[in-house]
């Protein structure tokens, strides 16, 4: 069983920064693929970057590239999303998936972009 435990949402002004981490345990890391979701007040879920095991390949939302990067640190097991000229639109609770064979969910982490 996976278990994941976001951290360092939080309040920023617009065209602030941020960064989110996501702490797996439960299985081996390096065989996951993981990802960050966020879900808006009203609206579904989306998702926002994806890395795959051993970083070969990432997949960003075409709303987010070029200002949020997703890396990840095997030897620490978490995966990380830097997110920098944040927008108000960027508000939502956000969310770390891993898979591998079964989808694990974190908890969530509230960020809220506003002045």
């Known amino acids: 069983q996976v278990q994941l435990v976001e951290s360092g949402g939080g309040l920023v002004q617009p065209g602030g920064s941020l960064r989110l981490s996501c702490a797996a345990s439960?299985?081996?890391?390096?065989?996951?693929?993981m990802s960050w979701y966020r879900q808006a007040p009203g609206k579904e879920r989306e998702l926002v970057a994806a890395?795959?095991?051993?970083?070969?390949?990432?997949d960003y939302a075409d709303s987010v590239k070029g200002r949020f990067t997703i890396s990840r640190d095997d030897a620490k097991n978490t995966v990380y999303l830097q997110m920098n000229s944040l927008k108000p639109e960027d508000t939502a609770v956000y969310y770390c998936?891993?898979?591998?064979?079964?989808?694990?969910w974190g908890q969530g982490t509230q960020v809220t972009v506003s002045s």
């Open positions: 998936k891993a898979r591998f064979i079964s989808t694990f």
């Open positions: 439960g299985f081996t890391f390096t065989r996951l693929t």
């Open positions: 890395i795959t095991s051993a970083g070969g390949s990432r």
